[in-house]
């Protein structure tokens, strides 16, 4: 017992050896802090740009291109100022204007008529008329109006009806002289080439130089309207990322100042860069939040162990794409981290891991749209690809197939961007590369999280299941019985496992290894019998059952000397759990000795998880209905139950997570399998010597 307990606890502080010395909450703040850290500056390195200490009149050092794209505001506003120069304000022409100073001159003339035949002081007619119309006139040349003939006035009035309509058709702006003075020029062609007496003629003229007024008025909005129509229509003059804003040895103007500045890197733009690193203080932060969140929902690993590994890959992969970025942003591992996080966790957490850290990569790319898109597709693929891989070498298809899927995918979106042959062909190679150097960096690494964190990946648990394990192939030739009875129970246990939905490959290959401890007393126990000379016949049951649970022992120690992983060596621990070796109890009662029955049952512990229970189960029932002489279907049911309920009323499956449902299962795919494996066979008769 003591020595089953030092084994326990030397496997629990190898696993825990730095948790022991601080606090686990500690440790994963600052892992935590470390992880922040990290990503922190890498993000910064890839987003914040390299600054530079120039003024008016220095001369550029090197060339300086544009870290991302931005508009040139100036720019923009000088084009735009220039398709302005040649727009022409709008107008509104009020066609009234023309009729209304004809019918003002006609009612004049009306008037003077009227006026001429009263019998009054000339002066007080002027004021009579200069009252009634609204023409500006002056007295002279209303006095010299009242001096004309009726017929004198009908030609001026019909001159004006003539003529003056012509004049005030044409487009006369406001406050437009040129306008005016165009209508003037025109009325006085009008006056010379017309049929007017001489003495009409200078009248004519001072009457229609008064009527004419302007027709068109401005309309502002109409024209401000127009104005933000032509600004619409104005592309933005924009410096794309990468774009030379100077060159080295040019003189450094206005100009280039504000480009600099526009663009952040200039050392003066302090407040600038305090914006992008809270930016991307903030996604880290998110990213780690979300990344806390699967931590805490996830069933495989303890919470330390996955919070470790998660961060590890995290940081892994973000170094892993800073030191490609700077060659090329196509050249980033992107199917590095759901490769090796399907290898580890498995694809549904791979694929929630892979999204989230979406975050860094876009950082880390510059926001390149391609890359994100390449990333995306990458870890759909990887993560898909992977979880059908069951060798080692598979990992390297992997990569290659995601490498040519995304190769297609960036060959296209190059062509509908319409770039150039060679940038279309070195991206698209460098996208495949980027996939194939995934894969190997995954193939690398993945023994070493195997290793250090004992974690059991599928490829693992099938190089375990090989049949040239040194394990196994002891087991076969120095324990054969043994290992024909551990690849039944493998069957059994895989396909009960296959049936709860529990890891079935692991059961499996818990199975194989079960009774690895046997290898050191073979022949005391029955499978490996081949007389009937029993060794148990020689000794006492105390020292029978001695024997028996130490195979647990054994194996365990065997189990650290071959270095199986930690889920292995728990299970052959649990096997058994704390089951009473019911043979030789029995055996001491009757040789009437005084026994305790705790001394005849196995140390422990009691499965804990569903595959150790299960591998218990099958173990007791596959030793059972080998007991049966001819076995028949309901004798192998009958025996199943029997040895299910034995483990379930002596409470061995208390801290397994098996339930009731699960245990029916499991007991009727025992017997399915079973039956297979103990149907009747018919005889095959002799051939004698007459036949």
């Known amino acids: 017992m003591k020595r089953k307990k030092k084994i326990g606890d030397k496997m629990k502080n190898k696993r825990y050896m730095f948790k022991d010395i601080f606090n686990e909450k500690i440790i994963k703040l600052i892992i935590f802090v470390i992880t922040f850290i990290i990503l922190f500056l890498i993000s910064s390195f890839s987003v914040v740009p390299k600054k530079y200490s120039l003024k008016v009149g220095d001369i550029a ?20 100022n220039k398709a302005l120069e040649g727009l022409s304000p709008k107008y509104n022409k009020d066609l009234n204007i023309a009729k209304q ?25 002027i004021e009579r008329l200069k009252s009634k119309t609204t023409l500006n006139i002056t007295d002279e040349d209303i006095k010299y109006l009242l001096k004309l003939k009726e017929e004198e006035l009908d030609i001026l009035n019909e001159f004006f009806k003539n003529n003056l309509i012509k004049v005030l058709s044409q487009d006369i702006r406001e406050n437009n002289l040129d306008d005016i003075k165009k209508a003037q020029q025109d009325l006085d062609f009008y006056i010379k080439s017309s049929n007017l007496p001489k003495n009409l003629r200078d009248i004519a003229n ?44 040019e003189v450094v103007n206005e100009h280039h100042i504000y480009l600099l500045s526009k663009a952040g890197i200039l050392s003066q733009n302090k407040k600038h860069d305090l914006i992008l690193y809270t930016g991307i203080a903030i996604l880290v932060l998110l990213e780690l939040f979300l990344l806390n969140l699967i931590v805490k929902n996830n069933t495989m690993y303890d919470n330390f162990t996955f919070f470790f590994i998660s961060n590890i890959l995290i940081v892994l992969t973000a170094i892993l794409s800073f030191a490609f970025k700077i060659i090329s942003v196509y050249l980033i591992p992107i199917s590095f981290l ?20 979406l975050l860094v990569i876009t950082i880390v790319s510059g926001f390149n749209l391609d890359v994100c898109v390449m990333y995306v597709f990458g870890s759909i693929l990887g993560t898909y690809f992977t979880s059908k891989v069951h060798e080692r070498n598979n990992i390297l298809l992997t990569g290659f197939y995601v490498g040519a899927i995304n190769f297609i995918i960036i060959s296209s979106i190059n062509i509908l961007n319409n770039s150039v042959f060679s940038q279309t062909f070195y991206s698209s190679i460098f996208v495949f590369i980027n996939s194939i150097v995934s ?6 690494i993945l023994p070493v999280f195997e290793q250090f964190f004992d ?3 599928p490829i693992k648990l099938l190089e375990l299941s090989n049949p040239n394990q040194v394990l196994l192939k002891k087991l076969l030739f120095e324990a054969p019985g043994t290992y024909h009875h551990s690849i039944l129970v493998g069957n059994l246990a895989e396909a009960a496992a296959d049936e709860i939905g529990a890891n079935a490959l692991l059961a499996r290959v818990g199975s194989y290894y079960h009774d690895i401890g046997k290898i050191k007393r073979p022949y005391f126990f029955k499978e490996n019998q081949i007389t009937n000379d029993n060794p148990h016949d020689k000794v006492t049951p105390r020292l029978s059952v001695s024997i028996i649970t130490s195979h647990v022992r054994d194996g365990i120690e065997l189990a650290q000397k071959y270095k199986l992983p930690k889920i292995l060596q728990e299970i052959i621990m649990q096997h058994h759990g704390t089951t009473l070796v019911k043979y030789f109890y029995v055996q001491a009662l009757n040789d009437g000795e005084i026994i305790k029955e705790e001394n005849f049952r196995y140390e422990g512990p009691k499965p804990n998880t569903k595959e150790s229970a299960i591998i218990m189960l099958a173990d007791s029932v596959e030793a059972a209905v080998r007991s049966i002489s001819n076995p028949t279907v309901d004798e192998i049911k009958s025996m199943v139950e029997k040895v299910v309920n034995e483990k379930l009323y002596d409470n061995q499956l208390n801290d397994s997570p098996l339930t009731l449902k699960d245990i029916e299962k499991i007991k009727e795919v025992f017997v399915k399998v079973l039956i297979g494996i103990f149907h009747n066979r018919i005889e095959y008769p002799d051939i004698t010597k007459e036949e």
């Open 101 to 125: 100073s004809i019918e003002d001159i006609e009612s004049l003339i009306n008037d003077i008529k009227t006026e001429k035949k009263q019998n009054i002081d000339d002066t007080l007619k």
């Open 439 to 444: 894969s190997i960096f995954s193939i690398g």
């Open 61 to 80: 050092p090197i060339d300086i291109k544009a870290p991302r794209d931005f508009e040139d505001e100036v720019a923009t506003q000088e084009k735009i």
């Open 206 to 249: 001072t009457i229609g130089i008064i009527s004419i007024k302007p027709n068109m008025f401005f309309d502002y909005q109409q024209t401000e309207d127009l104005k933000q129509q032509i600004k619409k229509q104005i592309d933005p003059v924009i410096i794309k990322k990468n774009q030379n804003i100077i060159l080295k040895g």
């Open 338 to 357: 759901p490769i090796l996080s399907t290898l580890i966790f498995g694809h549904k957490i791979s694929f929630i891991l892979s999204l989230i850290n």
């Open 455 to 457: 974690i059991l990946t």
